[in-house]
Structures are given as C-alpha cells and as structure tokens.
C-alpha cells in the first residue's frame, strides 16, 4: 500500500518561506519513475493545482505562484519537496501530494499552511 506523509506547515508571514516535504512509502521501489503533484485547498475554493515534478525532471506550477515556489525531489530518499517563498496570504490552504501508481491516485493527510501577520 502506498502511503505519503507530509509535512512542513504552520504559520507564515507574509513574504516568509516554508518548505513541505512529501515522504513516499518504502512500497514505491523507484521513486524517480513518478511523477508527484502539489494541491491546494483554500476555504470555500476548489482545489487547485500547484506544481508537478515528473521523473525526467521537468517541473511545472500554476500561475499564482510562479516564480515563488520551488518544486524539487530527492529519489533516493523517496521525498518531493515544495519550497514556498515571498508568501502571501491567499497561499492559505490545506497542501496535498499525490502519486499515482497502477491508476490509483494516492493522497497524503495534507498540511495545513497559514500566511498571516
């Protein structure tokens, strides 16, 4: 069974940092061949796609923060990470990765980030 582990939340402040790491399962016996997602889920707003990290490297993030945030992966240590600078309060929300493997997507408990003076 797959599992992901995220962390890394909490309160920022505005044009502050965090970083949220993802942690895969020692299940996914290679890592580099996945591709992971970011989402985010803001208070009556639907979900949204942050960034993409596939495993030919290529990365790809959602208008409202390009340039800000930063996706990379360390395959050897089965964790993707999502690097958050110049914060701004409508980054607000639940985080969330997912992976899919065999057409299952699989989700991890999200962090929950705070961006508030």
């Known amino acids: 069974q797959v599992q992901l582990v995220e962390s890394g939340g909490g309160l920022g402040q505005p044009g502050g940092s965090l970083r949220l790491s993802c942690a895969a399962s020692r299940t996914i016996f290679i890592f580099s061949a996945y591709t992971i997602k970011w989402y985010r889920q803001a208070p009556g707003k639907e979900r949204e796609l942050v960034a993409t990290?596939?495993?030919?490297?290529?990365?790809n993030y959602a208008d409202s923060v390009k340039g800000r945030f930063t996706v990379s992966r360390d395959n050897a240590k089965n964790t993707v990470y999502l690097q958050m600078n110049s914060l701004k309060p409508e980054d607000t929300a639940v985080y969330y990765c997912?992976?899919?493997?065999?057409?299952?997507?699989?989700w991890g408990q999200g962090t929950r980030v705070i961006v508030s003076s």
């Open positions: 990290t596939i495993s030919g490297g290529n990365t």
């Open positions: 997912s992976l899919r493997d065999r057409g299952t997507d699989y």
